[in-house]
């Protein structure tokens, strides 16, 4: 079973400061690995994805196989990052994603 | 282009009843996801449709049905409903598979069950 872990359901930081939002999985076949953002009112949309390992907006998330890790990172935290994050997980030719319990993310003037 | 629709966008029931629910991707977009949202459990996958086809299925009782009509719209229905069923019910589409192609997702339907 494929399984997505955010250790985290509250984070706090300052603006300016660095971000990390923790992302662990289980899964024993070869993942696809995702982070999804929820601003304020907003639907739900996907931030990006680690096969296009890209950075979206200064954040970015490398794939960890040896860690089963896919925190999310930024080096400088933005008033506009506030919002709710969530990892999710999809297995190969398997269409469904497995999503993490998601990160509220609290930027601090 | 329109983004994924759905209706209703709040409905509230009674335990026993049974609701539809009912959601328009975006055009061009052949495959339909639900998930359930609650503060407990967070979002977790319902069922996945394309062309008419139900591809995958979470683990949910079999209350919890779907389909998928020839123009991609996607309905799901929720027998004998349950305090428990209480949620936001989010549709997602997307233009062949989630692997190939970011989720789009609806606002959702707020479904309370009294």
């Known amino acids: 079973a494929q399984r997505v872990t955010q250790p985290e359901k509250l984070l706090s930081v300052f603006k300016g400061a660095p971000v990390e939002l923790k992302c662990n999985y289980s899964?024993?076949?070869?993942?696809?690995l995702f982070w999804y953002v929820q601003y304020s009112r907003q639907r739900l949309q996907l931030l990006l994805r680690h096969i296009s390992r890209e950075s979206i907006k200064g954040f970015t998330a490398d794939l960890n196989k040896g860690e089963t890790s896919f925190h999310l990172k930024k080096p400088f935290a933005q008033e506009e990052d506030s919002a709710m994050y969530y990892c999710?997980?999809?297995?190969?030719?398997?269409?469904?994603?497995?999503f993490g319990t998601g990160t509220r993310l609290t930027i601090i003037p | 282009k329109a983004g994924v629709t759905q209706t209703p966008r709040y409905l509230i029931k009674t335990r026993g009843q049974q609701v539809t629910l009912s959601c328009s991707p975006i055009?061009?977009?052949?495959?339909v996801s639900w998930y359930q949202q609650t503060p407990g459990q967070g979002l977790q996958f319902l069922f996945e449709?394309?062309?008419?086809?139900?591809?995958n299925k979470g683990n949910f009782p079999g209350r919890f049905s779907g389909r998928q009509f020839s123009n991609s719209r996607s309905e799901m229905n929720v027998s004998t409903l349950e305090l428990g069923d209480s949620a936001l019910y989010l549709c997602?589409?997307?233009?062949?598979?989630?692997?190939?192609?970011?989720?789009?997702f609806g606002e959702g339907s707020r479904l309370t069950v009294l």
């Open positions: 899964y024993s076949g070869s993942p696809e």
């Open positions: 449709y394309f062309s008419e086809t139900q591809r």
């Open positions: 999710a997980l999809n297995s190969l030719g398997n269409e469904k994603l497995t």
């Open positions: 997602a589409s997307t233009t062949r598979g989630i692997n190939t192609g970011e989720l789009f």
């Open positions: 055009s061009g977009h052949r495959s």
